[in-house]
């Protein structure tokens, strides 16, 4: 599941995001409104623009509000114009047909223009449906920053959204997204951080929706009323055959890279104290089928009676779950798939198929290497098997065992509960034109490759 679906309401993460992303902005003292107002409309007035926005800007074209952002790096005064294309005082409420206005990012030089760009395009027709409730659209500025939250009613399901915009140099640093199916009985949810490029995903389906209730009452005492899923996003990677054969052995894993810690990041599913200064996992899928995956633990313990009191991975795999069934009646539920368990001890990558006994055989090969901080990880390189196909279910847990008795604390790329299959997690490519993933300095990191263009808004309704 993609981390840029929906949510049902913000939380600590966003909480988190939002406090990132303003101590990355350059506060600055606000700059005195600028004399030449009139200067600014007839330069935001006469900008073409793309798309709905027509090479010429719609008659009237009027600056209605120009709102102080600071200044950027280079001591640019910062400036957030509100521009109308109608002549109503009332333009920014529901009407029918809807009427156009903007926010553009206004850049003075020495007191003239010296650039702009387009930031929110919008058009409020109420962001509704007949009989449902009203929508809502707020645009907020701040120093170097711009937000928009945004809340949709079209046929009563549920759609919201909060973006937040360093404004100079042009930048995405934060989104949350929640949705509403109403008439699927299920919910979205994403927040993603394009500072540490992380993010995670929640997803939730009420059992037998589409069942009457006497049908729905055994399924939800067998399965409970609610199937939940929340991970982390694992990014699926094309790196090429040379990462696959050798590469993956010397490139430390950054931001390209999954991160858990069950501390923040990722989940703790299992004991207390998770802290990544004594554990951390990050993984990557490839294009090629695979996993690599790097564990950092200050102290590995091996030689364990058992294996499970040992330090180790756990992989648990399925195949692709399509999430429609948990709509349906108890046929439907029993067709859903199994999930399949392997243990991989981190000492020496040896394998133990565990829960479900799977017959696939699973290839790791293990490559003890340095991070990009010096401290020791051990890196994995796991084969996952063709018989779940291109793009199974995939969670992976590591199990931190200090005293090599018991396991401390199990941390895992998705909430895992090991009877429900649809709790394990999945990966998703990027989306396209927004990040690629270099190596530098011998670490793989995304590097933000967003452009904008001069005529196009950043944000779009």
Same mark, same amino acid.
């Given at each position: 599941?993609? @981390?840029?679906?929906?949510?049902?309401?913000?939380?600590?993460?966003?909480?988190?995001?939002?406090?990132?992303?303003?101590?990355?902005?350059?506060?600055?003292?606000?700059?005195?409104?600028?004399?030449?107002?009139?200067?600014?409309?007839?330069?935001?007035?006469?900008?073409?623009?793309?798309?709905?926005?027509?090479?010429?800007? @719609?008659?009237?074209?009027?600056?209605?509000?120009?709102?102080?952002?600071?200044?950027?790096?280079?001591?640019?005064?910062?400036?957030?114009?509100?521009?109308?294309?109608?002549?109503?005082?009332?333009?920014?409420?529901?009407?029918?047909?809807?009427?156009?206005?903007?926010?553009?990012?206004?850049?003075?030089?020495?007191?003239?223009?010296?650039?702009?760009?387009?930031?929110?395009?919008?058009?409020?027709?109420?962001?509704?449906?007949?009989?449902?409730?009203?929508?809502?659209?707020?645009?907020?500025?701040?120093?170097?920053?711009?937000?928009?939250?945004?809340?949709?009613?079209?046929?009563?399901?549920?759609?919201?959204?909060?973006?937040?915009?360093?404004?100079?140099?042009?930048?995405?640093?934060?989104?949350?997204?929640?949705?509403?199916?109403?008439?699927?009985?299920?919910?979205?949810?994403?927040?993603?951080?394009?500072?540490?490029?992380?993010?995670?995903?929640?997803?939730?389906?009420?059992?037998?929706?589409?069942? #009457?209730?006497?049908?729905?009452? @055994?399924?939800?005492?067998?399965?409970?009323?609610?199937?939940?899923?929340?991970?982390?996003?694992?990014?699926?990677?094309?790196?090429?055959?040379?990462?696959?054969?050798?590469?993956?052995?010397?490139?430390?894993?950054?931001?390209? +890279?999954?991160?858990?810690?069950?501390?923040?990041?990722?989940?703790?599913?299992?004991?207390?104290?998770?802290?990544?200064?004594? +554990?951390?996992?990050?993984?990557?899928?490839?294009?090629?089928?695979?996993?690599?995956?790097?564990?950092?633990?200050?102290?590995?313990?091996?030689?364990?009676?058992?294996?499970?009191?040992?330090?180790?991975?756990?992989?648990?795999?399925?195949?692709?779950?399509?999430?429609?069934?948990?709509?349906?009646?108890?046929?439907?539920?029993? +067709?859903?798939?199994?999930?399949?368990?392997?243990?991989?001890?981190?000492?020496?990558?040896?394998?133990?198929?565990?829960?479900?006994?799977?017959?696939?055989?699973?290839?790791?090969?293990?490559?003890?290497?340095?991070?990009? #901080?010096?401290?020791?990880?051990?890196?994995?390189?796991?084969?996952?098997?063709?018989?779940?196909?291109?793009?199974?279910?995939?969670?992976?847990?590591?199990?931190?065992?200090?005293?090599?008795?018991?396991?401390?604390?199990?941390?895992?790329?998705?909430?895992?509960? +090991?009877?429900?299959?649809?709790?394990?997690?999945?990966?998703? @490519?990027?989306?396209?034109?927004?990040?690629?993933?270099?190596?530098?300095?011998?670490?793989? #990191?995304?590097?933000?490759?967003?452009?904008?263009?001069?005529?196009?808004?950043?944000?779009?309704?």
């Amino acid at each position: 599941m993609s @981390p840029w679906r929906g949510a049902t309401r913000p939380g600590r993460w966003h909480i988190d995001l939002l406090l990132i992303a303003t101590a990355a902005l350059a506060a600055a003292p606000s700059h005195a409104l600028p004399t030449g107002e009139a200067t600014i409309e007839k330069v935001l007035c006469a900008t073409p623009r793309a798309g709905t926005q027509a090479a010429a800007q @719609p008659a009237p074209c009027r600056l209605v509000k120009l709102e102080s952002a600071g200044s950027d790096a280079a001591g640019q005064a910062l400036f957030v114009a509100e521009v109308a294309h109608s002549a109503e005082a009332d333009f920014a409420s529901p009407h029918d047909p809807c009427l156009p206005y903007e926010y553009d990012l206004v850049v003075l030089a020495g007191g003239a223009v010296a650039r702009t760009q387009p930031l929110a395009y919008v058009c409020n027709d109420g962001l509704t449906s007949p009989g449902c409730p009203a929508g809502s659209v707020v645009f907020t500025v701040g120093p170097n920053r711009f937000e928009r939250t945004y809340e949709a009613y079209y046929g009563c399901n549920v759609s919201r959204s909060h973006e937040v915009f360093q404004l100079s140099p042009l930048k995405q640093l934060a989104e949350e997204s929640d949705g509403e199916r109403t008439a699927a009985g299920s919910t979205d949810r994403s927040e993603w951080d394009w500072q540490r490029y992380q993010g995670r995903s929640e997803q939730t389906q009420e059992i037998g929706f589409g069942e #009457d209730e006497a049908t729905a009452r @055994p399924l939800h005492q067998r399965y409970g009323e609610t199937a939940r899923r929340s991970a982390v996003w694992i990014p699926r990677l094309d790196l090429g055959a040379d990462y696959s054969t050798k590469d993956w052995r010397s490139l430390a894993l950054g931001t390209c +890279a999954a991160r858990v810690t069950g501390d923040g990041d990722g989940f703790l599913v299992f004991g207390g104290g998770a802290d990544p200064a004594t +554990a951390e996992l990050r993984v990557l899928a490839t294009a090629r089928d695979e996993l690599i995956v790097e564990v950092y633990d200050d102290r590995v313990v091996s030689g364990a009676t058992s294996w499970l009191d040992d330090d180790h991975l756990e992989l648990w795999l399925a195949p692709a779950i399509p999430w429609s069934l948990l709509e349906g009646g108890e046929d439907a539920l029993d +067709a859903l798939p199994t999930e399949s368990q392997w243990g991989i001890r981190l000492s020496d990558a040896k394998v133990f198929p565990a829960r479900g006994k799977p017959s696939s055989a699973l290839t790791v090969e293990r490559q003890a290497a340095t991070r990009a #901080d010096g401290k020791p990880v051990v890196r994995l390189r796991i084969e996952i098997p063709a018989a779940l196909g291109n793009t199974p279910q995939v969670t992976v847990v590591y199990s931190d065992s200090d005293e090599g008795r018991r396991q401390e604390r199990l941390i895992a790329t998705s909430d895992l509960d +090991a009877k429900r299959a649809w709790t394990l997690g999945d990966s998703d @490519p990027p989306p396209a034109n927004r990040v690629r993933c270099e190596a530098r300095a011998g670490v793989l #990191d995304f590097v933000d490759a967003q452009q904008y263009r001069a005529d196009e808004s950043a944000i779009s309704q």
